[in-house]
């Protein structure tokens, strides 16, 4: 089977902001890809919001505002997994045969892989990316695949100010990833990160996202409308002989080896 996955970045969503207005819509062209990417006109869409495993409200209220967007405005059939189903099995199982995409939100990521590994449903996500399933997200629903991510768990959980720190992922793809990384902090925590982890790191602005199509990879951008940089981007930083190395990652929309992403070798 084919896998796929898009991980974004970052970007709002048209949600309801608490001074009662809505966010801009800025992720509508990876929405679009993803659809596109099930083979159909209608697909099953499955909402995971475990990033905020603490907060039944915020779960509830994250799948109200994706559930405008697949089930409205793009005719999807909409359901959501929450937390406290996890421990049924056969719930789960259900949910996710049903399911033509799996999409993940922002959050605490360090919360929900812990969550994922003591339910095992890490192994089950992993079987449905396997069996074809589109897996996909932003934020913490877009790094948790790789090896490792650049996280601000601690800050969400704490509430006040922290260190930006290295959380370890499900390891899918060998690299670590930096979500919404035009914002104060990302980039120059990333870099000490990439020294003392040894990967390739791949750094996604806001508005910008990887696909990756079994062994290719393209990067999707859409229009900033939020956000303090005038265009989506995307870079790759690596250490080598203790020397730091950086390049834009192309936008031209074409697919390409994704093992040359990955790859500190610069023959290729």
Known sequence: MTRKIVAIGGGENGRLLSNGNYAPYETEPMDIEIIRLTGKDKPNFLFLAHSWASSPEIQQSYYETMKKIYGEKFGCNCKDL??????DIEKVKEKIAWADIIYEGGGDTLTMIDLWHHSGFDKVLYQSWLDGKVICGVSAGAICWFTSCNSDSLIIQNGKEATLESVNCLNWLAAHVTPHCDEPGRYT??????????????????????????DEYRIITSEVKEHNIKSAYALKGYWQNEKYYEESIDLSNKFKPLKKLLSKNKEW
């Open 189 to 214: 925590s990333t870099k000490e990160q990439l020294k003392e982890n040894n990967l390739v790191g791949i750094m996604l602005s806001n508005c910008s996202a990887i696909e990756i199509i079994d």
């Open 82 to 87: 929450k937390t406290n189903e996890l421990s």
